[in-house]
């Protein structure tokens, strides 16, 4: 069935640093894939979204390019904040996948942590 | 700025005891999902509506579980009676049945003791 695999964390950068958390699926059809965040205490938001291959999904100052021809959707931010500290999921939707129910999805969450 | 919310947000029994979680999705949506969150297991997809009709529950203990929609404004979770092991968060997520995006709530967190 689908699955997504994203990196363990924690991980734990320097505030302006470059962030890089790697997000790889397996689907049949054409998922679309998301990368929700949970800050903390609260509930999952999502954060972007992209349908298609090659399609940029951004927002915040993140990105995450779906790129088929290596099953990835990898989340970049090219400085990070103390305030982006939170929990990352990566996921995808099965609607158009093959399955039958629109649900997506989720890897298991990279906890980030910025420190000042 | 339209909002899932879930009552109540806090939750401490003991073992045995019933709990009842609500939902009230965003208004016009017409797909509901419940997530269980441990350390242990992440998210986990417990039980899906689609337009009131529950279509998946394959996720949730079927013999101290239960989800239910009374209405298109209401969404309720039960356990009965309820376990130290059901102590986690537990989020509602609405969204449209034409779309994909899920909007999460702030989540109930549970703690039997």
Known sequence: GDSVTQMEGPVTLSEEAFLTINCTYTATGYPSLFWYVQYPGEGLQLLLKATKADDKGSNKGFEATYRKETTSFHLEKGSVQVSDSAVYFCALSDRFSGGSQGNLIFGKGTKLSVKP | ?113
């Open chain 2, 1 to 113: 700025d339209a909002r899932v919310t879930q009552t109540p947000r806090h939750k401490v029994t003991e073992m045995g005891q019933e709990v009842t979680m609500r939902c009230q999705p965003i208004l016009g949506h017409n797909t509901v999902f419940w997530y269980r969150q441990t350390m242990m297991q992440g998210l986990e997809l417990l039980a899906y509506f689609r337009n009131r009709a529950p279509l998946d529950d394959s996720g949730m203990p079927k013999d101290r579980f239960s989800a239910e929609m009374p209405d298109a404004t209401l969404a309720t979770l039960k356990i009965q009676p309820s376990e130290p092991r059901d102590s986690a968060v537990y989020f509602c997520a609405s969204g449209l049945v034409s779309g994909e995006t899920q909007y999460f709530g702030p989540g109930t967190r549970l703690l039997v003791l």
